[in-house]
């Protein structure tokens, strides 16, 4: 198996931490980082740096959330962006909590079949290169209304750390150099990004300064006139002008008319904690509660951690929500989504009649009437001393998104328009199968699985999480979440911990090396699962948590100062928890 330069370095920092992550009391993870007043954790440093330096000076978690986003798009472009969209997951001290939809939208001129041949048949790279991949971008849209709404400094303060980075440049690190490593010969192929992220056409080294003068430019006229010159102004302009000639359908009146969702989350108990999630068009929120739901009649702490009994049992109920997931949930502007439904207590316990304890279920029989998302992501979580939580996912979609940068802007553009169904019943990119609910329409949003992720318990935070990881950022959530609840893992322990993976189809568990024994995957092969590992990219994810009273549910100390306990996952070369 040949991995590329990130992948090789996400499977020997996992390799350091996974073996003994089946012995939670004895895990090899390093112990989580500790803070009394605050904490923010993010895919690179910098930006997780920026963030306790707005917490310091007396910002909220949304102020910090809003300069880290602007931040990662300068020093984190395989992911952070202002050229794709994302969701917020908010819970405000008083224990109020929202959700914050400003994903990438299809433009007005988008149409159910433009990514069909003659035939009738998705032609390869039409939705995920150039700009015919890229939606109507929201981040900027989504950081103005927090701030506005919800956050207590000024703008200009807010990106100023962001505006530095790239007007000086910041020197590149080994784990920026190999974010990289996957995007340089497609970012070669366009002019204006090959002259930002390539130095005389080579890759840079580490030791070396990016500097981008025109993302600067970009985020001046944002911190000066807001998301008005961005969505109104010559930002705008250059972005379609670069569309129109590349063959894109992006138009002016599709910026002018993006407008930010502010929708209430997804909540369900599991456990006596309260998780509050994404709602669509994230299928995050609801495949979480409708999973947990289910899990929660099996005793999964005494079952063991990834035990045969307990893997299986998960499987199946991933088996069960990716089903809904992949034929039921869309836009809630285009879908009726049934939401109450796919997260009661009486579905889940339709779903455990359908279950087998003892053997393997078959996803062809569930094959629904009528009938992947990206890898390259990144989530942060932050959290203030008074309480006030934030969980963010945003993307470009693809690493380094649609590859394609507007000349004069700096601006790396989304190629999200792959997350829509290109046609019902075939693949996307990522193995997906999905439906009509998720087609293609003018102004629609794709179905997306990012699950920003707050959990709390007898009206206090408890934890802050989510990751990137495509359709995988469901399982890895989740995951994280019954590490830390039920297998009684640090916060550390839980986001470095190895995953599984099912998503209905195709049928099979995929594994990270070394998420299971020789022996557990023998007795579940018994039972009738397929058991594989994925050579493209074998491990996934960078999830970003908090827990909040201790490292550990079990290790509440009221003596200790330290309340707030932040991890990055070691598969983040480039991240950093930090608090104060």
């Given at each position: 198996?040949?991995?590329?330069?990130?992948?090789?370095?996400?499977?020997?920092?996992?390799?350091?931490?996974v073996?003994?992550v089946?012995?939670?009391?004895?895990?090899?993870?390093?112990a989580p980082?500790?803070?009394?007043n605050?904490?923010?954790?993010?895919a690179?440093?910098?930006a997780s740096?920026?963030?306790?330096?707005v917490?310091k000076?007396?910002?909220?978690a949304?102020?910090?959330a809003v300069?880290?986003?602007y931040a990662?798009a300068?020093?984190y472009?395989?992911?952070?962006?202002?050229?794709g969209?994302g969701?917020?997951?908010i819970?405000l001290?008083d224990?109020?909590t929202t959700?914050?939809d400003f994903?990438?939208?299809?433009?007005a001129?988008?149409t159910?079949?433009?990514?069909?041949?003659?035939a009738?048949?998705?032609?390869?790279g039409a939705?995920?290169?150039?700009?015919?991949?890229?939606?109507?971008?929201?981040?900027?849209?989504?950081?103005?209304?927090?701030?506005?709404?919800y956050?207590t400094?000024p703008?200009?303060?807010?990106?100023?750390?962001?505006?530095?980075f790239a007007?000086d440049?910041?020197?590149l690190?080994?784990?920026?150099?190999?974010?990289?490593?996957?995007?340089?010969e497609?970012?070669?192929?366009d002019?204006a990004?090959?002259a930002i992220?390539?130095k005389?056409?080579?890759?840079?080294a580490?030791g070396?300064?990016?500097v981008?003068s025109?993302?600067?430019?970009?985020?001046?006229?944002?911190?000066q006139?807001?998301?008005?010159?961005?969505?109104?102004?010559?930002?705008?302009?250059a972005?379609?002008?670069?569309?129109?000639a590349g063959?894109?359908?992006l138009a002016?009146?599709?910026?002018?008319?993006?407008?930010?969702?502010?929708?209430?989350?997804?909540e369900?108990?599991?456990r006596?904690?309260?998780v509050?999630s994404s709602?669509?068009?994230?299928?995050?929120?609801?495949?979480?509660c409708e999973i947990?739901?289910?899990i929660?009649?099996?005793?999964l702490?005494?079952?063991?951690?990834?035990s045969?009994?307990?893997?299986?049992l998960m499987?199946e109920?991933?088996r069960?929500a990716?089903?809904d997931?992949?034929s039921?949930?869309?836009?809630p502007d285009?879908?009726?989504?049934?939401?109450?439904?796919?997260?009661?207590?009486?579905?889940?316990?339709?779903?455990?009649?359908r279950?087998?304890?003892?053997r393997?279920g078959v996803?062809a029989n569930?094959m629904p009437?009528g009938?992947g998302e990206s890898r390259?992501t990144?989530?942060y979580?932050?959290i203030?001393?008074?309480?006030?939580a934030?969980a963010?996912?945003?993307?470009?979609n693809?690493?380094?998104?649609?590859?394609?940068v507007?000349?004069g802007?700096?601006?790396?553009?989304?190629?999200?328009?792959d997350?829509?169904t290109?046609k019902?019943g075939v693949?996307?990119?990522?193995?997906l199968i999905?439906?009509?609910?998720n087609?293609?329409?003018?102004g629609?949003?794709?179905l997306?699985?990012m699950?920003?992720t707050?959990?709390s318990r007898?009206?206090?935070?408890?934890m802050?999480i989510?990751?990137?990881?495509g359709?995988?950022?469901?399982?890895?959530?989740?995951e994280?979440?019954?590490?830390?609840i039920?297998?009684?893992?640090?916060?550390?322990e839980?986001v470095d911990a190895?995953?599984?993976?099912?998503?209905?189809?195709?049928?099979?568990?995929t594994i990270?090396?070394?998420a299971?024994?020789?022996?557990?995957?023998?007795?579940?092969?018994?039972m009738?699962?397929?058991v594989?590992?994925?050579?493209?990219w074998p491990?996934?994810?960078?999830?970003a948590?908090?827990?909040v009273?201790?490292p550990?549910?079990a290790?509440?100390n009221?003596d200790r100062?330290?309340?707030?306990?932040?991890?990055?996952?070691?598969?983040a070369g480039?991240?950093?928890?930090?608090?104060?």
């Amino acid at each position: 198996m040949k991995l590329r330069g990130l992948e090789l370095v996400r499977v020997l920092s996992v390799a350091t931490c996974v073996l003994a992550v089946a012995s939670p009391g004895r895990a090899a993870s390093p112990a989580p980082v500790g803070a009394e007043n605050g904490m923010v954790v993010t895919a690179q440093h910098l930006a997780s740096d920026v963030g306790v330096e707005v917490l310091k000076r007396g910002g909220n978690a949304v102020d910090a959330a809003v300069a880290v986003g602007y931040a990662l798009a300068v020093v984190y472009p395989t992911a952070g962006n202002i050229g794709g969209g994302g969701f917020m997951t908010i819970r405000l001290k008083d224990g109020r909590t929202t959700f914050l939809d400003f994903r990438e939208r299809a433009p007005a001129a988008s149409t159910k079949t433009m990514y069909l041949d003659a035939a009738g048949q998705p032609v390869p790279g039409a939705s995920t290169d150039g700009y015919l991949a890229v939606g109507v971008p929201g981040s900027v849209k989504g950081f103005e209304y927090a701030r506005e709404k919800y956050g207590t400094l000024p703008r200009a303060d807010l990106l100023a750390p962001a505006i530095a980075f790239a007007r000086d440049g910041f020197a590149l690190e080994p784990g920026d150099v190999v974010s990289f490593a996957e995007g340089n010969e497609d970012l070669a192929k366009d002019p204006a990004a090959a002259a930002i992220f390539l130095k005389a056409g080579q890759p840079y080294a580490a030791g070396e300064k990016l500097v981008q003068s025109d993302l600067a430019a970009t985020l001046t006229a944002i911190s000066q006139g807001g998301a008005d010159a961005f969505y109104k102004g010559a930002t705008a302009d250059a972005i379609v002008a670069a569309s129109k000639a590349g063959g894109g359908v992006l138009a002016k009146e599709d910026f002018e008319r993006y407008a930010v969702r502010e929708m209430k989350p997804v909540e369900c108990g599991y456990r006596g904690y309260t998780v509050t999630s994404s709602p669509p068009p994230s299928s995050g929120g609801v495949i979480i509660c409708e999973i947990l739901k289910v899990i929660e009649a099996y005793p999964l702490g005494s079952l063991g951690y990834h035990s045969a009994d307990s893997v299986h049992l998960m499987a199946e109920a991933m088996r069960h929500a990716f089903v809904d997931r992949n034929s039921a949930l869309g836009d809630p502007d285009f879908v009726d989504n049934p939401v109450a439904k796919l997260t009661s207590e009486d579905y889940a316990a339709e779903i455990r009649t359908r279950i087998s304890k003892y053997r393997a279920g078959v996803s062809a029989n569930l094959m629904p009437k009528g009938m992947g998302e990206s890898r390259e992501t990144t989530h942060y979580s932050i959290i203030d001393k008074d309480g006030n939580a934030v969980a963010v996912t945003y993307t470009l979609n693809g690493s380094f998104g649609a590859r394609v940068v507007a000349p004069g802007t700096g601006v790396l553009l989304n190629n999200e328009m792959d997350d829509f169904t290109l046609k019902p019943g075939v693949p996307n990119l990522y193995g997906l199968i999905q439906g009509d609910a998720n087609a293609i329409a003018p102004g629609k949003t794709p179905l997306s699985s990012m699950s920003p992720t707050i959990v709390s318990r007898e009206g206090q935070p408890v934890m802050v999480i989510g990751s990137p990881g495509g359709a995988r950022i469901i399982t890895i959530t989740l995951e994280a979440i019954v590490n830390v609840i039920d297998h009684g893992m640090d916060i550390q322990e839980a986001v470095d911990a190895p995953r599984f993976h099912h998503q209905w189809l195709p049928d099979q568990i995929t594994i990270e090396p070394r998420a299971l024994s020789p022996d557990t995957i023998k007795i579940l092969t018994e039972m009738g699962h397929k058991v594989t590992g994925d050579a493209d990219w074998p491990v996934w994810g960078e999830a970003a948590g908090i827990l909040v009273g201790g490292p550990k549910l079990a290790d509440t100390n009221p003596d200790r100062k330290e309340r707030f306990f932040g991890a990055i996952d070691s598969r983040a070369g480039a991240g950093a928890a930090r608090g104060y």
